[in-house]
């Protein structure tokens, strides 16, 4: 009985220190996140501050009159309120990103290929897919073209998937983290009959 006991005990305290460990993530995450939308937000200010001074020279005129679709979506873009569509932006692809790592999390992908992968199997493996997604659900939202969405989703794309993956590592279980605890159950249920 006191092996039970010391093994409930155990498993309390993992269970107590892995909270910890994720909330400690998550305030990371928080902080991180509204930093990058920050950032995110002042960068689509920039952009709409230059094209609007370089819309006005007379120089630029060849270029807007060469590339019309060009000006047209990128005047369409600076066209918006540009506080809310970074905030839907990161909005959207925050969710895609924590989506994609705890699905990663979950059927082992991450800790067999992420941890060993180096950083052009990260990039093209874990990082380049949210923002492909989060680009097709930005341009479905605000008629964008394609080319137009990845580049405003590129930013927080790149980084929230690093710590989307990082958050859910320590809370989210896999499928070998199941299986253990289904044989656990298994086995406690026959040791705990067995001492009886």
Not at 5 to 31: H, M, P, R, V, W
Not at 47 to 60: C, D, I, P
Not at 121 to 128: A, D, E, S, T, V
């Amino acid at each position: 009985m006191t092996q039970i006991k010391e093994n409930t005990e155990l498993s309390e305290q993992i269970f107590y220190k892995s909270c910890q460990y994720f909330f400690c993530d998550l305030k990371k995450y928080a902080g991180f996140s509204i930093t990058i939308l920050f950032i995110h937000s002042i960068i689509l200010f920039v952009g709409s501050y230059l094209w609007v001074n370089y819309t006005g020279f007379y120089e630029s005129q060849a270029f807007l009159n060469a590339y019309i679709h060009i000006g047209f979506d990128i005047g369409y873009l600076f066209s918006h309120n540009l506080w809310w569509l970074s905030l839907r932006v990161h909005t959207v692809v925050s969710l895609v990103c924590l989506i994609y790592a705890v699905f990663s999390k979950f059927f082992l992908i991450t800790g067999y290929i992420y941890d060993v992968a180096n950083f052009f199997g990260r990039l093209f493996g874990w990082y380049i897919p949210p923002i492909f997604i989060a680009a097709f659900i930005i341009e479905d939202a605000y008629i964008f073209d394609y080319q137009t969405s990845i580049l405003i989703c590129f930013l927080p794309g790149l980084f929230m998937s690093y710590l989307s993956i990082i958050l859910v590592r320590t809370f989210i279980p896999d499928l070998g983290d199941l299986h253990r605890l289904f044989l656990w159950c298994i086995y406690r249920n026959k040791t705990a009959t067995a001492l009886m």
